[in-house]
């Protein structure tokens, strides 16, 4: 159970069953047994538009469409331009797109290839924020990004979650420290469950998970790679 305003973090290796929470979240499938509710409601007793337009789903893969900037953060919502270029100035993007040819009205070409990865996750914060969602679930994942945009990416984060209810697929512990809650699944089942610090400190599978990854970090950096900025 999510609490209103709080957030919480879905951690576990690949198939741990992370994907198949979100999916029965936004209904691509439904549940077998038992229910999911959004504000005490059956899902399933929601009409599929307005239950998914509650919902905003930040993939780590961002898809761009054609057509401006702005209207790739609008998604065809009636979101004034104020609230548009409110959102993007909160998520850091405003002074990438003001240096634009034509600001938010430059075209964005072929699914946004000539943006950065980093450039096109903060667009889709952007696009998040700017329709306000009761729940925003979030795919998080920073690879690929250089130090400077990570922590435009992370600052981003931040404010995305503050006082908003979200359910976070965590690839990297170091950025979800901050979180209300963390659920450690492990074969489609929640073993663990706490803060980062309690998890950690019950030495399990959460612990073992953070050493791993915190050893794999440090094999970068003894090869010369450039180690990703924590949380």
């Avoid at 700017?130 to 130090?147: G, K, N, Y």
Wanted: proline content about 3%; aromatic content about 4%; charged content about 25%.
């Amino acid at each position: 159970m999510v609490e209103p305003g709080k957030s919480v973090a879905l951690v576990g290796a690949t198939g741990a069953g992370k994907t198949s929470i979100i999916s029965l979240l936004m209904r691509f499938y439904d549940v077998q047994e038992g229910r999911v509710t959004l504000d005490g409601v059956d899902i399933r007793e929601l009409a599929t538009e307005e239950l998914r337009s509650s919902l905003a789903l930040v993939l780590q893969d961002v898809h761009l469409f054609s057509g401006t900037i702005a209207s790739n953060i609008r998604l065809g919502s009636p979101i004034p331009d104020e609230r548009v270029r409110e959102a993007a100035r909160t998520v850091h993007v405003h002074r990438f797109i003001e240096a634009l040819p034509e600001g938010y009205a430059t075209e964005v070409k072929e699914r946004g290839s000539t943006l950065s990865v980093g450039q096109k996750q903060l667009l889709s914060f952007a696009r998040a924020l700017a329709h306000d969602p009761r729940v925003l679930i979030l795919d998080e994942a920073t690879s690929s990004v250089d130090t400077e945009t990570e922590q435009l990416i992370q600052d981003a984060l931040r404010v995305l979650l503050r006082g908003r209810t979200a359910i976070v697929i965590a690839h990297r512990l170091s950025t979800i420290q901050n979180v209300d809650e963390i659920l450690v699944l492990h074969k489609g089942r929640i073993r663990e469950r706490g803060t980062h610090q309690e998890l950690l400190l019950r030495r399990g599978i959460y612990w073992r998970l953070y050493q791993l990854q915190y050893k794999d970090q440090e094999v970068r950096l003894a090869g010369g790679a450039e180690a990703p900025a924590t949380a």
